[in-house]
């Protein structure tokens, strides 16, 4: 490995090809360069250009030995170049076992008195690839072989040369990474062991040189090319050892301009992701002002409060698969978060139009998400940065990033949420209505009894059949009353269709004749599914549903009927009393008028007794009406504040 242009696919066919025809030296201007039949290394051209586009696998045909030619670091060809060079680089040394290190650097870059830059440029790209290089663990693997060396330079000097150089950069690191110990501390290590010295100590086990060509024609004719084709395979057979690799040992190499440019990708990427979910929130939006519009019925409420349910549902899954996939624990984001959209459409049984608007969303979201996640590792994943102001967008947590794209969406599952309470509102009160109409309806139907049992006194009917019939109608008042308390039970605790059928069960055991229009209009509230009236569906909402206001119409009559019946039972004492009296004339004889006055007596016990019962009940009515009044003051308080 080393950077663009440094001949790293020379060097590799040179180890690697047996037959010395297949490279020849060809003249190029003022010197000579080497060149293959496949045309893939060298030219006629002098650039900084890397020829290698993939990591090319080359094998020595005759030790067996197995080299990756990488791409080099600092390509020139843009950033596209570069950010696959660096991903297929990590993943040629994420599939190997064991490794050996060899860079390569022109020779160029190496002289005293020359710009070092071209060799800081490659420290921080090796450290930026293997993080580790600098480690103890490394030392049996790494070599370093100069290239393009003058033909003209005696062979003596050049190691010399090339030893003092890295000591007199190694003594300037200190200055140029004050600010980086770790880095300082990797590169210096580095260094020692480049300078690492042979058995004999007089020379450098791990430093090579390779000359260019002096002369035209197949490389087995040319003497330096095969003198340092020895020593090259001298120190990577027997010199340098492989060196069993780590998952972490393997990173991403590029240039801070490249960075800059991934970092603004991604940006782009979070915007574009982010419109994208604003455009389904969108069209989701139009499928719930569509239902909100619909007449209010409790099956209407109830498939708007279904879909408003998904949408909290799936929303939330949204949020939470970005905070699973940000700790790790989701590597599957790329195609949950599309999924989780999707599902939501098809939840809500959208229209065609709308359901082909959101498909078409959803596609683009995919693509945006896998590029995403490809150049995501790029951004964060360590090395140098650029030297930018900070990119907000591109910086983002993906977990950050999800609540962000779910912000539409947020805001949708919270307007959806306060049209379902209105809706709950209006069907509350469409209720209230309804109680009033079946309670008109029941006092209807009692009024019309009592007018007959008044019709039945004045026609002096027989008083056993009277008292049997105000008995039925004593009855039923109590089985009104009943009803009202079974009902206040129900508003802390119960479901819609519960309060309804109980009040539909009382009517029908009592045999009212209920109108045909407001029996109906309480049978519209009994569906297979159900509301709870009391907190349960309405999160931290106050139910909008008024069960007070419902209970009041049924306490007013209560009382109504109530009344009636107690002057009907003493329109009934006073007509026994007339009844006994006239008898007690008519008959003058002792124990008569004594039985008259005990039959006197115990009327007025019994109406006395009547007129308490009843005054009990009212009180109780009256109470409960007012409990039931504090109820609604609260709500109404309550649905203020919220």
Do not use: C
């Amino acid at each position: 490995m080393g950077n663009s242009g440094a001949g790293k696919s020379t060097l590799g066919k040179i180890l690697t090809v047996s037959d010395d025809t297949e490279l020849t030296s060809i003249p190029a201007g003022d010197r000579f360069i080497i060149k293959d039949r496949e045309g893939r290394i060298s030219g006629r051209t002098t650039t900084v250009i890397s020829k290698s586009v993939f990591p090319k696998l080359l094998v020595n045909s005759v030790t067996g030995e197995a080299f990756y030619d990488l791409p080099g670091f600092g390509d020139t060809r843009g950033p596209a170049v570069e950010i696959g060079n660096a991903d297929f680089m990590k993943r040629v040394g994420e599939r190997a076992s064991r490794v050996k290190v060899l860079i390569v650097l022109n020779y160029s870059s190496l002289k005293s008195g020359e710009t070092r830059t071209d060799f800081r440029n490659l420290l921080e790209s090796l450290l930026d690839y293997l993080p580790n290089l600098g480690e103890s663990k490394f030392k049996p693997g790494v070599a370093l072989v100069a290239n393009k060396v003058d033909p003209e330079m005696k062979t003596e000097l050049v190691l010399p040369a090339i030893a003092q150089f890295l000591k007199n950069a190694q003594a300037s690191l200190p200055t140029i990474f004050a600010k980086d110990q770790g880095r300082l501390r990797s590169l210096t290590a580095l260094i020692n062991l480049l300078l690492t010295k042979d058995k004999k100590g007089t020379g450098y086990a791990r430093l090579g040189f390779f000359k260019t060509p002096d002369r035209e024609g197949p490389l087995s004719g040319v003497p330096s090319v095969q003198a340092a084709r020895t020593v090259l395979n001298r120190i990577l057979s027997a010199n340098t050892q492989f060196v069993t690799k780590s998952p972490t040992d393997f990173g991403l190499s590029m240039t801070p301009s490249t960075r800059l440019f991934i970092a603004k990708a991604i940006t782009n990427i979070h915007r574009n992701v982010a419109q994208v979910v604003e455009e389904i929130a969108g069209v989701i939006r139009k499928h719930f002002d569509e239902k909100g519009a619909l007449p209010v019925t409790l099956e209407n409420t109830l498939s708007f409060r279904s879909d408003w349910m998904n949408l909290k549902k799936e929303t939330e899954r949204l949020v939470e698969t970005g905070r699973t996939s940000a700790t790790g624990e989701n590597s599957g984001w790329v195609e949950t978060i599309p999924d989780i959209l999707s599902n939501l459409a098809q939840q809500l049984q959208l229209r065609s139009d709308l359901e082909a608007e959101i498909s078409d969303e959803i596609e683009k979201l995919r693509k945006y998400l896998k590029n995403l996640a490809f150049l995501e590792p790029f951004h964060f994943g360590g090395g140098r940065k650029a030297r930018t102001p900070k990119l907000e967008l591109g910086a983002r947590s993906l977990d950050g990033a999800v609540n962000w794209w779910a912000t539409p969406l947020l805001s949708l599952s919270r307007d959806t949420e306060a049209t379902f309470h209105n809706l709950g509102q209006e069907l509350s009160q469409g209720l209230s209505g309804t109680y009033q109409e079946v309670t008109r309806d029941i006092q209807v139907v009692y009024r019309e009894n009592l007018a007959e049992l008044y019709e039945a006194l004045e026609e002096a009917i027989d008083m056993e059949e009277v008292n049997k019939y105000e008995e039925v109608m004593k009855e039923d008042l109590e089985e009104l009353t009943g009803l009202t308390k079974r009902l206040d039970g129900l508003t802390t605790s119960g479901n819609l269709s519960s309060f309804v059928n109980e009040t539909i069960q009382t009517l029908t055991n009592l045999g009212i004749g209920v109108s045909s229009d407001s029996f109906e209009g309480l049978q519209e509230f009994m569906t297979n599914q159900d509301i709870d009236i009391s907190l349960g569906d309405w999160t931290d909402r106050p139910t909008p549903f008024t069960p007070a206001q419902w209970l009041n119409s049924l306490d007013k009559m209560g009382a109504s009927v109530g009344n009636e019946i107690q002057n009907l039972q003493s329109y009934i004492r006073e007509k026994e009393y007339e009844a006994a009296k006239g008898g007690a004339e008519e008959n003058e004889e002792e124990d008569d008028l004594a039985e008259f006055e005990q039959l006197k007596a115990k009327a007025t016990e019994e109406v006395d007794q009547a007129e308490a019962a009843l005054l009990k009940v009212r009180a109780e009515m009256e109470a409960l009406v007012e409990r039931e009044r504090e109820i609604v003051e609260n709500n109404a308080a309550q649905l203020s504040l919220t």
